[in-house]
Every structure is written in C-alpha cells, then in structure tokens.
C-alpha cells in the first residue's frame, strides 16, 4: 500500500504565507513526478505546481512568482511553499504523485487526501 499524507494547510489573511507538505509512504520503490492540484467550489480542479525527479518545475500562470514547489526525494516529500496569498487562493490543495512500488515495478498515480486553505480578504 502507498499513502500520500498532506499538512500544512490553514486559513491566513491575504499577503501571507502557507507551506504545504506531501509525504509518500508505503512500499516504494521511487517517486517520479510530483505535483500539487487544487479546487475551489464551484470551480474544476486545476494544476498549481509540479516538479520532476530531477527536479524541473512548472507552475499555473494565476501562480508564478508567488508559490514554489520543491521536492526531498530521500523523503519521498513534495513541499508547496505558497507567498503573498490572494483570497483567489483558496481552495482545497491536493498532492498527487507517480510511484513506482516495490515488487512489480509499475508506476501508478496516488492522491492526498487534500488540505483546506483559506485566505481572507
């Protein structure tokens, strides 16, 4: 079994900062592309961040400049560092990454569990 195991969300007022965390764990065998998705109500879900094994990022146009992701691959870990947030932010935050388990080595895509954000206005 693999879980993906989010914090770090909350609610901030708008200008502040939130660092998310996403931890694979499990049996793996490596992780490959990581990334962060988010949906707000009424809206579809849409990629913020990813960010490779090697570690090339891509970012959502509504983010650039404002949020990084970066990732420890020793920890199987995906971190979202979110600056100067806008009540447009808010949404629920999802990790998503692709992992090649241990015996049949097969990549597959896992989800968290999601984490609220909330920034006021």
């Known amino acids: 079994q693999v879980q993906l195991a989010e914090s770090g969300g909350g609610l901030v007022q708008a200008g502040g900062s939130l660092r998310l965390s996403c931890a694979a764990s499990?049996?793996?065998?490596?992780?490959?592309?990581m990334g962060w998705y988010r949906k707000a109500p009424g809206a579809q879900r849409e990629l913020v961040a990813a960010?490779?094994?090697?570690?090339?990022?891509s970012y959502a146009d509504s983010v650039k400049g404002r949020f990084t992701i970066s990732r420890d691959n020793a920890k199987n870990t995906v971190y979202l560092q979110m600056n100067s947030l806008k009540p447009e932010d808010t949404a629920v935050y999802y990790c998503?990454?692709?992992?090649?388990?241990?015996?049949?080595?097969?990549?597959?895509?896992?989800w968290g569990q999601g984490t609220q954000v909330t920034v006021s206005s």
């Open positions: 998503n990454a692709d992992i090649v388990r241990t015996g049949p080595l097969r990549s597959s895509p896992y």
């Open positions: 499990g049996n793996i065998f490596r992780t490959d592309n």
């Open positions: 960010i490779t094994r090697g570690g090339s990022t």
